[in-house]
């Protein structure tokens, strides 16, 4: 039984990673597409910027119009697309083709992430979920961190269709696992969809999204601006601003492990010490981001913290609405992408007004007000509330 629970683990992060492979992937081969649909860079960025959009729009959706649906099945619908979407990016002719080949994707992107960790959590017990669900996040982040430089790799080396056919394969890889390796999943108890919706009648569910879109923001919203701060800060060289963002890269990997044990272990503690630990972190970039050694070492703890923050981001909304976990991930996913592109807009504000070096002051920001939200959940939790304010609130661990 073990066994099998570890082989579905797996297959459901080689899922993930192919898919969050096909949508960030596509960073590295831009000027690629530019190139050959002899449009600007910033034309070929829709193939981004609209892929993150459809997914924060969809998030929470489409994970709950499939939710009813045998998880095999579903699974095996989503790498189709994506499989499908990265063929006809191959053999697009024009850049509209090719724009159409990312969104009908992005739209199904959601259902298999929201679903890959409510399956990894339902696999095991409750005890042990987080760890589960960490397994499948080193996917999530494995196809963020390798996505990049190898898509940019084969891009060069080979050709951009090549590249498009590495997306392709990994998915394939991940669909063949699933049939022959993912017994059928239904569902044995269908929550209707007004239950699920009904979360959002919960002040715990709504101020849980604030929170992750705020330690979202904290953590993006600066990393976004990374490379700038790297080349223009610390004055490093291109080819070692490249080896930096594979660190932080890689360390948002073991980030990623190490949360599946905090959150094991005591995870109230983890939530709270969170977005503290950021702010630590962006108080010493700020004053030492000048220095070469000090730099590479923030830019390890970051990582390791960033892959930290996308895990206890998961748990702090799947754990305000339990009773509806598809849902959940699925405003988790929102939340997330809504996060991401809040913080780089904020943190760019910061950037124009004062200078790259303040924009950890935007990191700050979003990291003070996420503490408010994470203790307004946790007072509003704790024991000896009223009625009326605590009908709606959720066992959290937090006892």
């Known amino acids: 039984m073990i066994k099998k629970t570890n082989l579905l683990i797996f297959i459901l992060t080689i899922g993930v990673f192919g898919i969050l492979n096909t949508e960030m992937g596509m960073i590295g ?44 099945k579903v699974m095996l619908l989503v790498l189709g697309v994506f499989i499908a979407g ?8 024009n850049f509209t083709i090719a724009l159409i080949a990312r969104v009908v994707p992005a739209f199904f992107h959601p259902i298999y992430c929201s679903l890959a960790f409510t399956v990894a959590a339902a696999s095991t017990s409750q005890e042990k979920a987080p760890k589960a669900v960490a397994k499948v996040f080193v996917g999530v982040s494995a ?8 898509s940019n790799f084969i891009a060069g080396a080979a050709s951009l269709e090549m590249a498009m056919v590495f997306f392709a394969v990994v998915n394939a890889i991940a669909f063949v696992a699933t049939i022959f390796f993912v017994p059928s999943m239904p569902v044995k108890a269908r929550i209707s969809y007004g239950a699920q919706l009904s979360v959002l009648k919960k002040t ?16 993006f919203g600066v990393f976004s601006y990374l490379a700038e701060y790297l080349e223009r800060v610390t004055k490093f060289s291109l080819h070692t601003i490249s080896l930096v963002l594979l660190v932080y890269g890689l360390a948002n990997i073991l980030g990623t492990i190490i949360a599946g044990r ?70 988790f996913l929102t939340a997330a992408n809504l996060g991401t592109t809040l913080g780089a807009t904020v943190c760019g504000y910061f950037i124009s007004g004062l200078g790259i070096k303040y924009v950890v002051l935007g990191g700050l920001l979003f990291s003070l007000l996420s503490i408010v939200f994470i203790f307004i959940r946790i007072y509003m939790c704790s024991p000896g509330k009223p009625s009326s304010v605590m009908s709606d609130l959720v066992e959290t661990g937090t006892n």
């Open 262 to 331: 905090l959150l094991t272990k005591n995870a109230l503690k983890a939530v709270v010490a969170f977005p503290f630990l950021i702010g630590t972190v962006y108080v010493i970039l700020f004053v030492t981001g000048q220095f070469t050694v000090p730099m590479a070492l923030i830019t390890l703890v970051w990582g390791i913290l960033g892959g930290i923050g996308g895990n206890i981001n998961q748990y702090w909304i799947s754990t305000a609405a339990p009773e509806a976990p598809d849902f959940a991930n699925g405003l």
């Open 143 to 150: 196809g963020m961190v390798i996505g990049v430089p190898v």
């Open 86 to 93: 990265n063929i006809v990016s191959i053999f697009a002719t």
């Open 204 to 219: 715990t569910t709504w101020t849980s999204i604030i929170a992750v879109i705020l330690m979202n923001g904290a953590v």
């Open 29 to 72: 081969v831009l000027p690629f597409m530019a190139e050959r649909f002899h449009v600007s860079i910033s034309q070929a960025g829709l193939l981004v910027s609209l892929f993150a959009l459809v997914v924060a729009i969809s998030g929470p959706t489409m994970p709950l119009l499939f939710s009813g649906i045998d998880r095999k």
